[in-house]
């Protein structure tokens, strides 16, 4: 798949600036020079968002993960009977565990090349595929290190594509495009998956199959109906409210509906074009869930691929609880999950906590090191004389 110096971006139409209205030959609204600083004003450039902690939330977080890791490998481990966990992980199979890794990074390599086809239109002369890894490995790795249901890593990538020059509402607009196109993919296969696993010959239960279907296909309706939404319905509110503190509540509600349904149609339009680098949604979840089945395959277990794919959507479901990355949630839920699915329940510990090692672990020191790369990566594009701007 070669695109390093170009990737399809969305429909023109689909990114409101009303500051910049759409050209009449339908291209993309192009951004006017930057205006010079007011008079007596700093001009600064946007400060790179930043984790405050005090000392106290340091050492709580600390112990927090230390806890919860300890809890998953010393002490669940027997209460389910299975007292060797570690030693049981040190003796999976190495050829399983190194083919585990690699997918592993396939995965990431599949969200770089979602990300630079989602964000990146034309040639970029400052993303270039470094930048790409910086931006996408350092916004993961604060997601998974944070709790904040992930607005960590979505605050620092807006913040460095603003930087690179992106105008803030087109940066908006694909960042909701992006999330689209990533978890269209969720949502689909929770439908498709739980309904078949339900319907087919055997013994799924009913909550951990059809209730996360019927989650997922609520959540697609949901976004298909904002879909409809005009672009500036925001606007559409305040007028028919007419003005006052009233119109402005309104306009303010509704500029997020607004916002949404913008960047969905733009995820509609980027896969009208047919571009194959959108393929990296799918392999993203894809090459992560085949580190979950390699993991079991370390162990000597061999689920069916249906139950390993629901178990694992149903897990990651634990991201929406308030922990960092996740941990204790996500594991407790696909553990879970595996064996309601009729898994046993020693092999789906360790499968799980190896697949955690990878899918967690792996990526966490790559990308701290990427923020600071990306610092100054963004150092060096303030230093340039060329208005960054581009779309």
């Not at 759409?22 to 968002?49: F, H, I, N, R």
């Not at 699915?341 to 799980?352: D, E, H, K, P, T």
Request: glycine residues 10%; aromatic residues 10%.
């Amino acid at each position: 798949m070669s695109m390093r110096d170009r990737a399809s971006g969305e429909s023109p139409s689909t990114e409101r600036d009303p500051a910049h209205p759409t050209p009449p030959d339908g291209s993309e609204p192009v951004a006017p020079p930057l205006p010079p600083p007011a008079a007596g004003t700093a001009a600064g450039p946007e400060e790179m968002p930043r984790i405050r902690l005090t000392r106290g939330r340091l050492l709580a977080s600390l112990l927090f993960v230390v806890s919860t890791v300890a809890f998953l490998y010393f002490v669940l481990p027997k209460l389910l009977g299975l007292r060797d966990t570690w030693n049981r992980i040190q003796h999976g199979s190495p050829s399983w565990l190194a083919l585990a890794a690699a997918l592993e990074v396939l995965s990431f390599l599949g969200y770089v090349v979602l990300f630079r086809a989602v964000f990146i239109r034309g040639r970029s002369d400052r993303i270039d595929w470094r930048a790409s890894y910086e931006i996408t490995m350092a916004g993961l790795a604060a997601t998974r290190l944070f709790a904040s249901g992930g607005a960590g890593g979505v605050a620092l990538t807006a913040w460095a594509l603003r930087r690179s020059g992106l105008e803030p509402r087109i940066v908006a607009c694909r960042m909701i495009a992006f999330m689209a196109l990533l978890y269209a993919v969720f949502m689909g296969v929770l439908v498709i998956d739980g309904l078949g696993l339900y319907l087919l010959p055997g013994h799924s239960p009913f909550a951990i199959t059809v209730i996360p279907a019927i989650f997922g296909g609520s959540v697609i309706a949901i976004f298909l109906v904002v879909s409809l939404l005009p672009g500036d319905f925001d606007r559409l509110v305040a007028r028919w409210t007419h003005g006052g503190r009233l119109g402005r509540v309104a306009q303010h509600l509704a500029a997020a509906p607004a916002s949404a349904s913008s960047g969905i149609r733009t995820a509609i339009g980027l896969v009208r074009t047919r571009n194959p680098a959108l393929l990296g949604a799918l392999a993203w979840w894809g090459f992560d869930i085949s580190v979950l089945w390699a993991s079991f395959r370390a162990f000597g277990g061999s689920p069916e691929i249906a139950i390993v794919v629901m178990a694992y959507f149903v897990g990651q479901l634990g991201n929406l609880l308030p922990l960092p990355g996740g941990i204790g949630g996500v594991d407790g839920a696909m553990i879970g999950a595996f064996s309601a699915l009729g898994v046993s329940s020693s092999l789906a510990v360790v499968s799980v906590l190896a697949y955690r090692a990878f899918a967690f672990w792996l990526p966490t020191v790559p990308g701290a090191i990427a923020y600071v790369q990306l610092r100054r990566t963004v150092h060096r594009w303030n230093e340039t004389d060329l208005d960054p701007r581009y779309t």
